[in-house]
């Protein structure tokens, strides 16, 4: 008879098993939660390129023109403030003013879509209000929105006489419509494709990450526990294991998070979409879908703590810190993520701040030789290597010491006047200016001459 003591039971805690496994499903997928919201990567592009209404086809860049005859008082129910129209991509919003509004307030921060309107439309509101009548044509105000010069949406306004959220019998001629329309611009097959791609490969990641550094390891205890005790003095007969999650290892990949942020700036298109959905609360369905892909930034977040682990630990200054609940952080991002987007929409002075940051208050002159860059690139002197980081600029103060202007003044040896075969003449003439200047005509929208104004005393400076 053997006196080899009996393996103790081991098994694992069903119901931890489950919520574990949960977490895991939560973050394999959380690359892929964007498509709630975003366009099918597999969709054609001829779908999107290409807008059909009835029996007209036309251009994307001509939609704007035809919205009115899509969304209406006699094709949106009485009552819609939003709804989303999936056949064209677009989320629709409406609103009602009042035409003699007298307030401190302008009326135009009531309209839902305010947060992207330009300086220039709500400074005209009134009269873009007054200049709304039914026997005259629509106008109709379209606008791009880009980041980093590349388009990420179009919005399109319209304003029409009276209340088209009521029954026409109902309606009176006090008010107006307002009717918004946001539409992201959806981007090439190859790009939505490679995206897609890069979603998966996150997927991937996360799988690897979450298997090898830590559900092998819990396989690992399991086993252990089998052929010996839990420490050399353990009478146990039976373990029990209460599986974790294993969410804060992937999150302490500063890497990974940091794929996941690129992954937001190169989605920002749906990220505005996004801001719009929680500024409503017509529809919860979508404001629910909105609040979701805001929770997206919690991302920004993480990488900002995984990155202050790394300087704290090489300073040895991690005592400075308490370690933050990664749950409750992702808790507190889904929530005030979207939230803070929909408090700040009832704060004029922060939309008008943010408009305000993308206006130039002061008038910069200088920098002629770029449009001649653009138009003729032969004529730069380094066509492969940008030279902007040499240009200076020259600050001009009155005698009140206030800044009256800012020019911008570029080294005139980046023009190659040497070149054999010149696309237009530069005729060279001085001037007792302390900086020279690039005069360039235009003739049907082409560059035909040029005139370099050499500076005093031959400047090597051109503004």
């Known amino acids: 008879m053997s006196n080899q003591p009996e393996r103790p ?3 694992l805690h069903a119901k ?17 939660k964007g498509y709630l919201s975003e366009v099918s990567p597999f969709a054609s592009d001829a779908s999107y390129d290409r807008v059909q209404i009835g029996q007209l086809t036309f251009d994307a860049s001509e939609f704007a023109q035809y919205l009115p005859l899509l969304y209406n008082a006699s094709t949106i129910d009485p009552g819609v403030v939003y709804f989303y129209d999936s056949q064209y991509g677009v989320d629709v919003m409406r ?43 629509l106008t109709i105000i379209a606008w791009n929105i880009t980041v980093l010069t590349a388009p990420a949406s ?4 319209w304003v029409v006489p009276g209340n088209d959220l009521v029954d026409c019998s109902q309606a009176t001629k006090a008010v107006s419509t307002v009717y918004y329309v946001y539409r992201p611009v959806v981007k090439i097959l190859f790009w939505r494709l490679f995206k897609a791609f890069y979603r998966l490969c996150l997927v991937v990641w996360i799988f690897v990450l979450t298997t090898k550094h830590y559900y092998c390891h ?21 373990y029990e294991i209460v ?70 630990k090489h300073f040895n200054k991690a005592s400075f810190f308490t370690p933050a609940n ?40 200088g920098g002629s030789v770029y449009p001649l860059f653009q138009h003729a690139p032969d004529f730069q002197a380094q066509c492969t290597i940008s030279q902007r980081g040499g240009d200076c600029y020259v600050l001009s103060y009155d005698k009140h010491d206030r800044l009256i202007e800012v020019t911008r003044v570029t080294l005139a040896s980046q023009i190659d006047r040497c070149m054999v075969a010149h696309p237009l003449q530069i005729n060279e003439v001085t001037t007792a200016a302390a900086v020279g200047r690039l005069v360039v005509t235009k003739r049907d929208d082409m560059f035909s001459t040029a005139m370099f104004h050499r500076g005093l005393a031959d400047s090597p400076w051109v503004a």
């Open 9 to 11: 039971d081991v098994k």
């Open 16 to 32: 931890s098993v489950f919520l574990s496994a949960c977490f895991f499903v939560n973050l394999l997928f959380m690359p892929l």
């Open 95 to 137: 609103s009602v003013v009042k035409d003699d509004a007298q307030g401190t307030l302008n009326p135009v921060y009531s309209i839902l879509g305010v947060p992207y309107f330009p300086a220039d439309l709500k400074q005209s509101w009134p009269r873009v209000l007054t200049n709304n009548s039914s026997i005259e044509p």
């Open 154 to 157: 179009m919005s399109v306004i």
């Open 218 to 238: 819990v396989r690992h205890l399991h086993t252990s526990l089998q052929i010996a005790p839990l420490h050399a003095n353990s009478r146990a007969a039976r």
């Open 243 to 312: 599986v974790g999650e294993p969410t804060c290892l992937v999150l302490s990949s500063p890497w990974l998070c940091l794929m996941f942020v690129m992954d937001i700036c190169a989605s920002t298109e749906y990220v505005g979409q996004a801001c719009l959905r929680v500024c409503q609360t017509e529809n919860w369905f979508y404001f629910a879908l909105g609040l979701l892909y805001l929770g997206r930034t919690v991302w920004c977040a993480y990488t900002t703590l995984t990155l202050l682990n790394v300087v704290l």
């Open 326 to 365: 990664t749950t409750i952080l992702a808790m507190v991002a889904t929530c005030a993520g979207g939230g803070v987007v929909a408090i700040q929409k009832q704060w004029p002075q922060v939309l008008d701040l943010y408009t305000t940051l993308f206006l130039p208050n002061e008038i910069c002159t």
